[in-house]
């Protein structure tokens, strides 16, 4: 019995703790670890996976996911495009990337997603409100695997929260000004958030990605974003009091001045920087505000640009111990990318008739390929093309990241 009592005494302190996983947290400017250590992020976006991006896929004019999808329905018809649809999200992302991203020294990624996928509205060939889930737990396990911890980041907003093609919106960012679509975000963040509140491979919730663009009557939309957030934040703060908020400024997460005292004791500030100097200059009204309220900022994209500019940028956020995420993970046939993979036969007839304006059902008529077979050997080529196994290092970007290939 002795015994006995000695070897419970032992064990139990392993139960309390398997019991009560840590989290990320913020101290001062300083984003925490599980570990209790500062941490700087270091990673990328998933970016082109659960939302599809038109100039990655060569693509003009038909920018966002909803129009994409328009063409290739155009193209091979509603059925082949659902099916097409789902091989793409099983085959962009696999657990090999994820190995890979890892193996680079990455410490974490983000992970944008569409609201859609957590209703039943139709996207991208599906209305089954859990693929969202299914999707998105797969991807956590594989990076739970590989202690690589994520960022969700809601990359398109109920209504439209930045009016272009990267909210898959109508061209106007309506969430604002609708009491519907703001209800809607805010219980897809408290489903997400109830789902996720005990999983340490999930760092926290990016809010709302790049909201309000420059196009629009900033005077009026901006000051709708902060008290939104507070909206939202508390919503989640109802189920889930682990995780990080991220808040992104307006017009493109640059506009920091819509920013009152920080609300909530777990907040990290975020900013997206492109095609800028790679001056200090240019970050330093986000330092400032780092430094007037004690709180961390974190660049959630950046990148798309040559290595030299990748380089001198990455430095910098190094220097003055920014977190970073560089946009994108992977493209077709482009360098400005971690990796990039082949360009499949015949793409440019993709190509030539996603960018022919078509005005109506005769002009759909007139442009049709004459052959669809050729273009549906093109889209499946397209779902090998993209497996980790044929993408190629883009070994200048890689090392303006001072990152390097591992195992």
């Known amino acids: 019995m002795k015994y006995l009592k000695i070897l419970?005494?032992?064990?139990?302190?392993?139960?309390?703790?398997?019991?009560?996983?840590?989290?990320?947290?913020?101290?001062?400017?300083?984003?925490?670890?599980?570990?209790?250590?500062?941490?700087v992020l270091k990673g990328t976006n998933l970016g082109n996976w659960l939302i599809p991006e038109g100039y990655m896929f060569k693509f003009k004019d038909a920018t966002s996911p909803r129009m994409i999808n328009q063409v290739f329905t155009e193209l091979i018809g509603p059925d082949k495009t659902a099916a097409f649809w789902k091989k793409y999200l099983d085959n962009y992302v696999t657990q090999a990337d994820i190995h890979y991203l890892k193996s680079l020294g990455m410490n974490s990624i983000r992970i944008p997603f569409h609201y859609k996928m957590f209703t039943a509205e139709s996207y991208l060939g599906s209305n089954d409100p859990n693929r969202g889930f299914e999707l998105m737990d797969r991807v956590i396990n594989w990076c739970k695997a590989e202690n690589l911890p994520v960022i969700l980041d809601m990359h398109c907003a109920p209504g439209g929260q930045t009016g272009d093609n990267i909210d898959d919106g109508d061209g106007y960012p309506f969430l604002f000004e609708n009491e519907a679509s703001q209800q809607l975000t805010v219980d897809i963040w408290t489903k997400i958030a109830n789902h996720y509140k005990n999983e340490p491979t999930v760092i926290g919730y990016d809010l709302l990605n790049e909201p309000i663009a420059h196009y629009f009557d900033t005077k009026k939309l901006n000051p709708y974003l902060e008290p939104?957030?507070?909206?939202?934040?508390?919503?989640?703060?109802?189920?889930?009091?682990?995780?990080?908020?991220?808040?992104?400024?307006?017009?493109?997460?640059?506009?920091?001045?819509?920013?009152?005292?920080?609300?909530?004791?777990?907040?990290?500030?975020?900013?997206?920087?492109?095609?800028?100097?790679?001056?200090?200059?240019?970050?330093?009204?986000?330092v400032d505000f780092s430094h007037k309220y004690n709180v961390p900022i974190y660049v959630g994209e950046?990148?798309?640009?040559?290595?030299?500019?990748?380089?001198?940028?990455?430095?910098?956020?190094?220097?003055?111990?920014?977190?970073?995420h560089f946009w994108p993970y992977k493209k077709m046939n482009n360098k400005s990318g971690i990796v990039t993979f082949p360009t499949p036969e015949n793409w440019d007839l993709v190509v030539k008739y996603a960018d022919q304006p078509k005005y109506s059902f005769a002009d759909l008529r007139k442009y049709a390929p004459a052959d669809r077979t050729i273009i549906e050997n093109a889209l499946n080529q397209l779902l090998e093309k993209c497996k980790f196994e044929y993408c190629n290092t883009n070994d200048g970007y890689l090392k303006g990241l001072g990152l390097k290939e591992g195992k």
Do not use: C
């Open 8 to 39: 419970i005494l032992a064990v139990t302190p392993f139960f309390v703790a398997a019991q009560s996983p840590k989290f990320f947290d913020v101290k001062g400017k300083s984003i925490i670890d599980p570990k209790g250590q500062p941490i």
């Open 228 to 286: 939104f957030y507070k909206r939202v934040t508390a919503a989640v703060r109802k189920v889930d009091q682990n995780h990080l908020i991220f808040l992104g400024g307006a017009q493109w997460d640059s506009n920091f001045k819509i920013f009152g005292q920080p609300f909530d004791n777990k907040l990290v500030y975020t900013f997206h920087k492109y095609w800028t100097a790679t001056t200090q200059d240019v970050v330093q009204e986000y």
């Open 302 to 324: 950046t990148g798309e640009n040559n290595d030299k500019w990748i380089l001198e940028f990455r430095t910098l956020m190094e220097k003055l111990d920014i977190s970073w």
